[in-house]
């Protein structure tokens, strides 16, 4: 019985062995030809990059699904992968075959993802020592930018960043950044100075909606950062207004009260303002509704361009419309007559050293009756 279970003893151990020695001599098939890594992820602007691959009898031959993406065996293990540039919005594949010797093939696919190009802003202020904010920009290369010689402009992690030299002309100064992309471009006005530079005398100016003509009003700019404000000293009017350094600009509210006015030396109206549609003929003095007014260096003059600024929903601000009210509370009921219609109106400051001669134009006369 002792022989039989060594025997037995015996026997397993060979089945043991031989079971482990099969084992060891299975092995698993290996692909001959097998992709190793690649860099054929391409923004929009496009490029080239490389498939590397494991060969055993070498790479032979490439081939792309889209004539956008052409493919060049550079090497037995490498694929060069070329991208043009793209200018839609959608991304967009194309399906890389690579062969080797021995036909064997493996497929990837090289991706391009759709441009982005667009600006978060298209007004920066600087102050008189250059510095200054920047402008958000989603943009899925680096763009070329062309800008005034006073002026730095760069781009980096989805920004554009705007520095200057220093402003020592005693007024504002401006140009613009042209950021070019591939087959578009976008710019935004530069502008560097301090409310310092443009407070002063002022004209009033733009066409009048009655005759058509070119007519201003005597005004100046007065006040601090948080108290700035139009007056017409002849008139005897102050205008409040909201200042914005990072534009250089201020608004206007719609409703605004002026001051007021005397009609046939016996009756006094409330003036008010009214932002005006000139295309559709419509005014409003809801005070929630504003005309953005942007400072800018115009052929050596310091001026304030008004415009529109997207509060007024379905109409687009172009002017500006003087009512008369018999009350302070402006309403259909309480508005009795026109006193002025401003079509396009600009801030335009008092002439400077160098600056063109000024367009001709009339003051306002305004009647009395």
């Known amino acids: 019985m002792k022989k039989i279970n060594i025997i037995w003893l015996l026997l397993g151990a060979m089945f043991l062995i031989t079971a482990c020695s099969s084992d060891d001599e299975a092995t698993e098939a290996v692909s001959q030809l097998r992709i190793i890594k690649s860099d054929i992820d391409f923004t929009a602007q496009g490029g080239t990059g490389t498939v590397v691959l494991a060969a055993t009898s070498g790479v032979t031959s490439a081939a792309s699904s889209e004539t956008w993406c052409t493919v060049t065996v550079s090497s037995d293990t490498t694929v060069s992968v070329t991208v ?162 990072s534009k250089l600009s201020f608004t206007l509210a719609g409703g605004t009260n002026f001051g007021t006015y005397e009609v046939n030396d016996s009756v006094t109206y409330n003036v008010g303002a009214c932002l005006w549609d000139t295309e559709q003929g419509y005014i409003t003095w809801a005070k929630n509704y504003t005309y953005n007014c942007q400072f800018q260096n115009v052929d050596g003059y310091t001026v304030g361009v008004f415009e529109d600024n997207g509060s007024w929903s379905n109409y687009t601000v172009s002017g500006l419309y003087l009512a008369l009210f018999d009350s302070d509370v402006f309403s259909s009921k309480s508005r009795k007559s026109t006193l002025l219609r401003l079509a396009y109106p600009v801030l335009i400051k008092e002439q400077a050293a160098g600056a063109k001669p000024m367009k001709q134009m009339q003051p306002f006369a305004f009647s009395r009756k």
């Open 84 to 245: 043009a540039p793209y200018e839609g919005m959608e991304s967009r594949n194309s399906n890389v075959t690579i062969t080797d010797r021995n036909n064997n093939a493996v497929h990837i696919s090289a991706t391009q993802t759709g441009m982005r190009f667009g600006l978060g802003g298209h007004v920066v202020a600087l102050n008189d020592n250059g510095k200054g904010s920047g402008v958000a920009a989603n943009i899925s290369f680096t763009p070329t930018i062309d800008c005034p010689d006073w002026c730095t402009v760069t781009f980096s992690q989805d920004s554009l960043h705007f520095s200057a030299q220093p402003n020592t002309t005693g007024s504002v100064r401006s140009g613009y950044a042209y950021i070019n992309g591939v087959n578009r471009k976008d710019s935004v006005l530069v502008v560097q100075g301090e409310l310092k530079d443009i407070l002063g005398s002022y004209r009033l100016a733009g066409q009048d909606g009655e005759t058509g003509e070119a007519v201003y009003l005597d005004a100046e700019l007065k006040g601090t950062a948080g108290n700035l404000r139009i007056e017409f000293p002849k008139l005897g009017w102050k205008c409040p207004v909201q200042f914005d350094a």
